[in-house]
């Protein structure tokens, strides 16, 4: 048995001594360095652009602007491929662009023996712009006339539903509706590894690229869309990666590592990010602001929903309105039986452009929805847990945007656990007189719903191969991609559990070549212990199968009657007495002369179903109004997930969306000047990321509803954690201050702010 | 232009010609030791955390060449012979190990934290205080703080 206890990663040791190999370990003689020579204005068109002076610099090996690279626009998301074309990604970047979109745009790249002569010679290159006024804001882009920045417009995407019945109607048998206006901030996964790819050619018809990618196999189709080169002449490789949280959940700098290599004639050429264009010059999470109604009748049963979101996509489209879409759509697993109006936008805005970020659009939604139920429910005097407990989903309920059946919707038993753990009523009556004097203290609650891939939106394909070596252990090739989230782990935890091998003889190759490597699409959605699960599951079935076969050519044992246990084939009904070693069994496999031959066992395998995961966050906290500052007493994260694989990396997975979020609710916010499109605080002093005294102590249960359509029982967890402690500390701070926030973070700026408007200051 | 400096590393006596604008990172990432990570190189991130002397110092802001009759201690010396570190252990127990990136900056400091709070009574908030120059993304630092803990427990049972 192996699924289900906490197994040691597959990876610590390799981690903990300094020995696992990132991108940038693995050092290529006469590696050129290549170094991007970025806008200094945020919108406008270069006029002019001079790389003489770069030129001249000894070690610079070539200078290329707007002018020299493919006039080939492509998309830049870690999508898969989409055979409608009007589900595509839009396709809105040059290699190099002459028409400048942000602060940092990427107007030329310098290539030079070491990254400091390349570093130096950007700056000698001299660029000319004629600049346009930068629209930062929604109401800006939006305004009647104002520039397009990019051809087709400010408008990335819209769409809007209606699902579970009629506004209108729900309102008139509401007998209480709220508004509201709420927004939240852009920020940044800071992943510690920078983006970082490098690019050679051993010939030239092939192009081999190492990146730092959460999608080693989309990246090669885009490097491919991006170059009209043959994708089947390119293999990316991904090695151990840093930390990505959807970040390198899209092509960022690999396109350009084999645009130089191809242009250098062959010779290896890297870029690697400083912090700073990491920060601004890559992904962010989107803003989102939007204006949300609700209703409930007398009885606060929650009638109707309708909520209207700009979400700002910055310069480039990236993951564009898929992430409005998808926070819409994970969101309305939460309260099924109420009517659901989602209207959204996306827009492009002269700021740094945002992608995937850990929960895809989700916490944004589920932050404006958390905070007016929990305002509708201090109206009608009603509990806030009590009025969620009243009108969450129940197991059977029917998805109103999607029509499937949840057959097991745990945010009820996640709340009553909750509740329990966290004694909800025992610390309200405690906090009930903390109300008043300059440190007030306040309970939180805020839910949340998530889904397990992206099916139907995207294809859910995933294949595994299983290999038995000579010395009878197994060997593990997954296209999934191990991020640091624990996959190898899970995965080698799954084939131990359904061949019977002992899962210290299962190795998962962790790092992912695409020219041999099963195809997957890669690290995002939550969708690998779910989807990938289904073919670790199918091919272990198969291998072991093939196994037991082999064993009966041998021995003469019948297979049926035969299974494996560790290291040996065994009778099942009498399990300690061995039939044949797995390792004598392997080597007869390979070497004897007349039968046999390598067992492998190999799955493609397409999830055709996407099942939804809940939770839910308890928060208590003080507020000093003096200081405006928040700290937080307790926090607790309870998740749905179905089966948990392995306990302890499950709770890791939720400590650390439970500190994004916190950070989301409380510190982070990368600050873009209105005006003058000038970003701030790139850099991880300026920028608030969470130090270890700004995080509190983390706790987490999980409620493990078995999930039916799963081979382990399994449901997605990655993501979820970052969801729904921001709102349940935003609750928090209306409970202890009676004053309600309404935008993301909830620094100390903000709540004084808010503080001084409403009397507290 | 170089300098000649010496200094231990990893037990391992060391003589190099280094070029004196180079930080003891680089110099560090050139002798293999790539457990060293360069997560911003202006001392926010900690990622490239080594002792100095025992005292836990960000290697990318510390001239190489001021490395010069030092002792210096890597996250690759701390295992030896296959036998890892207790600290390094508890890492791993306590599942304090996700992508990784900062986890041998963390360990060092955490090395120098244990050391020399041998046997005394140690809060969470201590912990904290003194590992907050060492930043994750992806465990929250509560596992972190875990295996902390953990191996000031063991030493004063």
């Known amino acids: 048995m192996a699924v289900g206890i906490s197994t040691e990663r597959k990876d610590a040791l390799a981690k903990v001594s300094g020995r696992a190999k990132y991108t940038e370990d693995f050092a290529v003689k006469g590696m050129k360095h290549a170094v991007y020579v970025r806008s200094t204005i945020a919108h406008g068109r270069v006029v002019r652009i001079n790389a003489e002076k770069a030129q001249a610099l000894p070690g610079v090996r070539a200078v290329f602007t707007y002018a020299d690279v493919p006039q080939i626009k492509f998309a830049t998301a870690g999508h898969p491929y989409a055979l409608d074309r009007a589900a595509r990604d839009v396709e809105d970047r040059l290699l190099l662009t002459r028409d400048v979109r942000l602060e940092g745009d990427e107007v030329a790249v310098v290539v030079a023996d070491s990254e400091l002569i390349a570093r130096r010679a950007a700056r000698l290159v001299e660029v000319e712009y004629e600049s346009y006024p930068p629209l930062v804001t929604p109401e800006a882009v939006l305004a009647a006339g104002a520039r397009s920045i990019h051809p087709g417009g400010n408008i990335v995407g819209a769409h809007c539903y209606e699902v579970g019945g009629d506004v209108r109607q729900a309102e008139e048998e509401a007998t209480t509706v709220l508004e509201a206006r709420y927004s939240t901030a852009m920020v940044q996964h800071c992943h510690l590894e920078n983006h970082i790819a490098y690019a050679y050619m051993e010939d030239d018809g092939n192009i081999i690229v190492v990146s730092s990618t959460q999608i080693p196999h989309i990246a090669r189709r885009i490097i491919s869309e991006a170059l009209d080169f043959p994708l089947g002449n390119i293999k990316v490789i991904k090695p151990y990666l840093g930390g990505g949280f959807g970040a390198k959940q899209d092509v960022v700098v690999e396109p350009m590592v084999a645009f130089l290599t191809r242009k250098l004639n062959g010779a290896p050429v890297q870029i690697n990010l400083t912090r700073e264009e990491t920060m601004s010059c890559t992904r962010t999470r989107h803003p989102f602001h939007g204006h949300i109604r609700g209703g409930i009748d007398d009885r606060g049963i929650l009638q109707f929903l309708d909520l209207d979101v700009v979400s700002v996509t910055g310069a480039y489209a990236s993951h564009g309105h898929a992430i409005a879409l998808a926070g819409g759509a994970k969101t309305c697993a939460m309260y099924p039986r109420s009517v659901i109006r989602y209207n959204a936008r996306t827009v492009y805005a002269n700021m740094p452009s945002a992608g995937a970020m850990r929960a895809y659009g989700t916490p944004q939604v589920a932050f404006m929805v958390e905070c007016l139920v929990e305002e509708l429910a201090r109206k009608a005097g009603i509990d806030p847990l009590e009025f969620r407990l009243r009108n969450v989903g129940r197991s059977g309920d029917i998805n109103p945007l999607n029509k499937q059946v949840i057959i097991n919707h745990g945010l009820k038993d996640c709340l009553d656990k909750g509740r329990e753990v966290f004694q909800w009523d025992k610390k309200k009556a405690e906090y009930a007189d903390r109300k008043s004097g300059t440190v007030r203290s306040g309970i939180g609650v805020a839910c949340f719903s998530y889904a397990s891939g992206t099916y139907p939106g995207n294809v859910e394909i995933a294949g595994c191969r299983l290999i038995l070596n000579q010395d009878g252990s197994v060997h593990v090739h997954v296209g999934a991609t191990e991020i640091g989230q624990g996959s190898d782990t899970a995965f080698a935890q799954m084939a131990a559990e359904t061949t019977g091998v002992h899962y210290d003889q299962v190795k998962v190759i962790s790092t992912q070549d695409t020219d041999y490597t099963p195809f997957d699409t890669g690290a995002y959605a939550s969708r690998q212990t779910y989807v990938n699960g289904q073919a670790v599951y199918k091919a272990s079935l198969e291998f072991r199968d093939k196994i037991l076969s082999y064993a009966e050519e041998i021995t003469g044992r019948v297979k049926e009657a035969l299974t494996i246990a560790g290291d040996r084939i065994v009778y099942s009904a009498h399990p300690q007495t061995t039939v044949i070693s797995l390792r004598d069994l392997a080597v007869d496999s390979y070497y004897h002369k007349d039968r046999g031959g390598q067992i492998t066992s190999e799955v493609s395998y397409k999830t055709r179903t996407n099942v939804p995961v809940f939770g839910c966050t308890f928060v208590a906290l003080d507020v000093d109004i003096e200081l405006c500052k928040v700290t937080i007493r307790e926090i607790l994260n309870v998740h749905d997930s179905g089966k948990i694989i392995n306990p302890l990396m499950a709770a890791g997975q939720v400590h650390g969306g439970m500190s994004m979020s916190i950070g989301a609710a409380l510190y982070e916010e990368l600050l873009v000047d209105e005006v003058s499109g000038h970003i701030y605080n790139n850099n991880l002093l300026d920028y608030k990321l969470p130090t270890m005294t700004d995080m509190p102590d983390l706790d987490c249960a999980f409620v493990e509803l078995i999930e039916p359509t799963a081979s382990y029982g399994q449901k997605a967890l990655g993501e979820p954690p970052a969801i729904s402690p921001a709102p349940a500390i935003r609750n928090a701070i209306l409970d202890a201050t009676g004053v309600a926030p309404t935008q993301l973070p909830m620094s100390p700026k903000s709540l004084f702010r808010l503080f001084r408007a409403n009397g507290l200051l | ?157």
């Open chain 2, 1 to 157: 232009m170089t300098r000649t400096i010496s200094f231990i590393l990893n037990n391992e006596p060391y003589t190099l010609d280094v070029d004196i604008r180079l930080s003891l990172l680089e110099v560090l990432r050139e002798q293999g030791l790539t457990s060293v990570k360069q997560g911003c190189g202006v001392g926010e991130c900690g990622a490239c955390t080594v002792l100095i002397d025992n005292i836990p110092v960000d290697s990318c802001m510390y001239l190489a060449l001021w490395a010069d009759g030092k002792t210096i201690r890597t996250v690759e010396g701390e295992s030896r012979a296959g036998e890892i570190s207790p600290v390094q252990r508890a890492y791993i127990d306590a599942g304090a190990v996700q992508c990784g990136y900062c986890t041998p900056g963390f360990i060092m400091t955490s090395t120098a934290f244990v050391e020399k709070y041998q046997g005394q009574a140690v809060d969470r908030e201590l912990i904290r205080r003194e590992h907050a120059g060492n930043l994750c993304r992806c465990t929250g630092y509560e596992t972190i703080i875990c295996a902390v803990e953990s191996c000031l427990q063991e030493q004063s049972s």
